[in-house]
């Protein structure tokens, strides 16, 4: 969906906000991580237990990666995967 400039749900501060923090954030959950690592969340639990994930974070009562070790780890699976 493309939004027009002059499109008022741009300049909705709630909008702005919930952007500005999912960009800030250098931590992502789990289940971003999987999916950025595109497999299921079960899967990043096995490598977790089997050390192939890098250490995890916890803020508040979660449990998080950092994001630049997820995209990492994603851009070695992406290479990896390429005859």
Do not use: C
């Amino acid at each position: 969906m493309n939004f027009n400039q002059d499109d008022p749900r741009l300049r909705d501060p709630l909008v702005i906000a919930a952007k500005s923090a999912s960009q800030a954030s250098p931590f992502v959950p789990i289940t971003r991580a999987a999916q950025m690592l595109g497999v299921d969340v079960r899967t990043v639990r096995r490598w977790q237990k089997a050390g192939k994930m890098p250490d995890q974070h916890k803020r508040s009562r979660r449990k998080e990666y950092e994001r630049s070790a997820i995209e990492a780890m994603a851009a070695a699976r992406s290479r990896a995967a390429k005859p």
